[in-house]
């Protein structure tokens, strides 16, 4: 099992930046793949920001300029940076963890909020 719990989210006006951190319950660096999604009310859930092993980074082309992921080894946390927000950034955050090998599975946190008013 991997527990995976988000903090950081809140209320932020349009061009404010917040900081989410998803706290991680065993080495991160023995996660194959780590990311964040974001799911809005009645949408789809959508990939945000991913970061693998060897420490590659993707992110969505909505976000892309604006957010930032990265990993600490040494607190086992992983992060995501969300600089300039806009409304349609409003949205649950969800950090995930994808084990591929020897057994694959999808881990996923309990979500936290950001809303970004018109």
């Known amino acids: 099992q991997v527990h995976l719990v988000e903090s950081g989210g809140g209320l932020v006006q349009p061009g404010g930046s917040l900081r989410l951190s998803c706290a991680v319950s065993r080495s991160i660096t023995s996660i194959n793949i780590m990311g964040w999604y974001r799911q809005a009310s009645g949408q789809e859930r959508e990939s945000v920001a991913t970061i693998i092993t060897s420490g590659t980074t993707f992110v969505a082309d909505s976000v892309k300029g604006r957010f930032t992921i990265s990993r600490d080894s040494t607190t086992n946390t992983l992060y995501l940076q969300m600089n300039n927000l806009k409304p349609e950034d409003t949205a649950t955050y969800f950090c995930?963890?994808?084990?591929?090998?020897?057994?694959?599975?999808?881990?996923w946190g309990p979500g936290t909020q950001v809303t970004v008013p018109s």
């Open positions: 995930n963890a994808k084990i591929l090998m020897p057994f694959s599975g999808d881990y």
